[in-house]
Structures are given as structure tokens and as C-alpha cells.
Nanobody
């Protein structure tokens, strides 16, 4: 059974930082492209950042320079370091594992950026 379990969300003030983690099980983690997506009320789910099995990364324009995605294949975990957070970063953040036509999703973790 495939599980992606996100953690690390919470309430943070503007300008603050958070680190999200996603622990995967039930998949051969090292061959998957891992991604973070987010969805805020009334909006579509959007890509935040993605890292391939080879370590290539790409980011949404809105997060470049502020967010960093990384992975630890030994721990089957992908991370999202979020710095200089803004109120518009408020959303539920979802972990994604993709390989060919297969996609798995976590249940999400809420990030709220507010003073």
C-alpha cells in the first residue's frame, strides 16, 4: 500500500520559514519524481516544486529563490524548505510521487502565513 505522509505545516508569520517533509512508503522511492503542490481556497492545485530521480529541480516562478526542494533516498523522504514566506503562500501543501503514468498523492498539510 502506497503512503505519502506530509508533515511540518503550521502557522508562521510573514517573512518566516517552515520545512515540510513527506515520507513515502510502498514505492521504490528512488525512481520517482517527487513534487510539492499547493491549493488554496477557490484556486486550482498548482505545482510548487519538483525534483526528478536524478536530482533535477524545477520551481514555480512564485517560489523561485525562496523555496528549496530536496530528497533523501535513504530515508524515502522529500523536503520543502520554505523561506521568506508570504501570506499568498497560505495553502494546503500536497506531496506527489510520479513515474510514467502513475501518480500518488498525500493528504496534505496546511500552511498558514499570517501575522
Amino acid at each position: 500500500q502506497v503512503q505519502l505522509v506530509e508533515s511540518g505545516g503550521g502557522l508562521v508569520q510573514p517573512g518566516g520559514s517552515l520545512r515540510l517533509s513527506c515520507a513515502a512508503s510502498g514505492i521504490i522511492f528512488s525512481i520517482y519524481t517527487m513534487g510539492w503542490y499547493r491549493q488554496s481556497p477557490g484556486k486550482q492545485r498548482e505545482l510548487v516544486a519538483r525534483i526528478t530521480n536524478g536530482g533535477t529541480t524545477n520551481y514555480a516562478d512564485s517560489t523561485k529563490g525562496r523555496f528549496t526542494i530536496s530528497r533523501d533516498n535513504a530515508k524515502n523522504t522529500v523536503y520543502l524548505q520554505m523561506n521568506s514566506l508570504k501570506p499568498e503562500d497560505t495553502a494546503v501543501y500536497y506531496c506527489n510521487a510520479a513515474q510514467a503514468w502513475v501518480n500518488y498523492w498525500g493528504k496534505g498539510t496546511l500552511v498558514t502565513v499570517s501575522s
